[in-house]
């Protein structure tokens, strides 16, 4: 009799559910005989808040794969250090051991790997022969030694089409407004920003400006760059991130710096408004903005076909790996070299990369930031490598279903 | 030989051109001989800027069709009063007269209602035989003497779908972010707002809590709901209409009450920012907030069949309402009475509503707003008759057409 328990951790993305499926329908062609997920990331370890998701038939688990949000919950909890901390793996410990558990899987980004990393020492330490394997997911696309993270095409693919269409809307304005921000999120690093450069379809089409926050970021700059842009093209489309920073580190828009998550990451999110001021107080023209927010992370209806099967892949090999004796990794997404055989293919959302398996110190707490290469500084955009290696992580969609005009969705678990 | 013109005016919607397609469409089977689309609403008049809309073929039509944006070039340019006005006019009068116009056809909101009022005006004063018939379009819903305007079927099926999506992932995350707000455009009525409403599945699904221009906004009462909302599920998603004011009529977040667009209206948009902060001041717990703001007027990849399709419809209807000798009406939309012996057909969109004609006069300048009936107060929501007079406008789908993943548009005329 085996056991594994699988977690949700972090904020959600749309195909979080999709690996949550990969999952428990590998665990169940594996044999694994009790397949239990911990409600609430972490927290559902501490408060022995498990469902059996081995008693789910395969009709609610199709509904939950299709199903955005984190259907076991998802959490930013931070396990504390010191003599709390040690309380809380003497319980982690104590549960995992009391409920057999001899799989663990943790589905979240850079944070919660740091997570995982720990509850493997908390077991290794105490003997517990517990495999701990981490499964990425985020939207930011910043997590270190994966070619990409299962997420990050979904909402790139929901950014890159409402930039489109916006863009055409604002184009279609510029008469009378001149100026539109869209804000999108990313913490440090720009990468979803940055996808919104795939809306552009020709010279002067939207979007205009991208500011990353792997560039420091100059209010004088932007003022100029977004001037220019009115000159040439009667108005501008611009596109920042919301963790855009100048270079002694002030954060664009950031009121309170002393708002902090239990991450201790600061309150991010008002550049765009900020931005929006700036641009009516010293270019006097009208300026408005749009911040997509949690709509970016979990637009179902808009899901990359590879993101999703990828999502649910990175989930079964996890499983297949841990059963084989893995231990202590991440599953990483590992890009063949060289043409695409499968261009076809992949065109429909087949799975295309390979796996691979990365230390989880490798991963926890580290941030990937977009390399230096794939931006062009000078313009504040992106650069056509960057867009290749982008354009398959967008590619075929997940037809929703409808009812009443709307797409339905499972209730969480 | 006939000729008519056609423009669109104020903020596009996602089914303008559809409206514009209808237009074409029924100009060329009735025969006129001249169809001239003017770029940037009125201002296409007083540039003489045309473009030859009878010369494209059906491919481009459609394609335009699909597209969102005015294809044409929207605006906001109120037509002067005095003598800079009556210059405004005479040019106008010339123009239309140069090009031996006898019909003309502007799709736009109630502001653009009022403008095309006056160019009736315009040309009556002046013994010009022109034809003036508005056509409506709104995202805002708040024309009057309509059943319902075009635009808003599609903008409420896109709002109602992306609250679906996110409300699933906020109450995935309720345990460490209590509290979303997301913000919806139209102006001094409550219509979007309202529409997210359709994504409530069950008790206790978001929208938790919708506030309305319609209702007196009082801050304590605002926080008192949310607390409540967290003490019994844990969390709230929360909407809110960009125009809500107090019962002194201060608009909530509207620092600068003296920015103003040409029509006089206030500088709107920052409700959903200054709710965050109030929330994180005063209950101390987290809160996000998402703005959609020209993405719900855009969002043609979610647009409704119903609405795309009468938007066409009221387009040839206000065709043939011209030819007949119409004049210096607006086509209105009508619901039929009864039971709807075409429920099915309508599933798929198909046009339902009949049409009437309203004097410009009726319709300039005026506001619908949403009536008592349909407010529920006490709970800051609507009520299930509400619900039922929207269903059938977001019913139905628009299959997009996809390039490496995105949806595919056409250029601006």
Chains 1, 2 share one sequence.
Not at 193 to 206: F, Y
Not at 232 to 259: C, H, M, Q, S, Y
Not at 368 to 393: G, K, N, Q
């Amino acid at each position: 009799m085996s056991t594994c328990v699988v977690a949700q951790a972090g904020g959600p993305t749309a195909v979080i559910n999709s690996t949550l499926y990969g999952v428990v329908d590998e665990a169940k062609r594996a044999g694994i005989s009790k397949i239990l997920g911990a409600r609430g990331g972490i927290r559902g370890i501490l408060k022995e808040d498990f469902v059996d998701l081995g008693r789910l038939d395969q009709n609610t688990l199709a509904r939950i794969r299709r199903t955005p949000g984190a259907a076991l919950g998802g959490c930013r909890y931070k396990l504390p250090s010191g003599p709390e901390g040690s309380r809380d793996f003497d319980r982690i410990a104590y549960v995992l051991a009391k409920h057999n558990v001899r799989y663990f899987f943790y589905v979240g980004g850079n944070d919660s790997m740091d997570t995982a990393l720990k509850i493997h020492e908390c077991c290794a330490s105490r003997g517990l022969d517990v495999s701990v394997i981490g499964i990425p997911k985020t939207v930011d696309n910043d997590i270190c030694h994966t070619d990409h993270c299962p997420g990050y095409g979904s909402a790139a693919k929901y950014i890159a089409t409402c930039v489109r269409e916006a863009g055409i809307h604002a184009a279609s304005m510029y008469d009378d407004e001149k100026v539109v921000i869209l804000e999108t999120v990313g913490r440090n690093t720009g990468w979803l920003a940055a996808s919104s450069a795939l809306a552009k379809t020709r010279e002067g089409s939207a979007p205009h400006l991208i500011y990353l926050p792997e560039v420091d970021f100059s209010e004088d700059r932007f003022l100029a760059d977004v001037d220019r842009c009115i000159s040439r093209l009667g108005g501008a489309f611009v596109v920042v991130a919301e963790g855009i920073k100048t270079k002694d580190g002030r954060l664009i828009g950031n009121a309170d710096p002393e708002l902090k998550d239990p991450f201790g990451h600061p309150q991010l999110g008002e550049a765009a408004s900020y931005l929006c001021g700036l641009v009516r107080a010293r270019l006097k023209v009208s300026a408005r903005y749009a911040k997509l927010d949690i709509c970016q992370q979990s637009a179902m209806h808009l899901a990359s076909r590879t993101d999703w099967e990828e999502a649910a892949h990175v989930g079964r090999q996890a499983v297949s790996h841990a059963v084989a004796g893995g231990n202590c990794v991440m599953v990483s997404l590992r890009r063949p070299e060289g043409p695409d055989p499968k261009r076809d293919a992949r065109a429909r959302g087949e799975v295309r990369c390979g796996v691979g398996w990365v230390p989880l110190s490798l991963v926890a707490n580290m941030e990937r930031r977009m390399p230096d290469e794939w931006i062009d500084r000078s313009a504040a955009f992106v650069t056509p490598d960057f867009l290749s290696y982008l354009t398959p992580l967008v590619l075929g969609e997940v037809p929703a279903l409808l009812e009443s005009g709307l797409p339905v969705y499972a209730d969480p678990l």
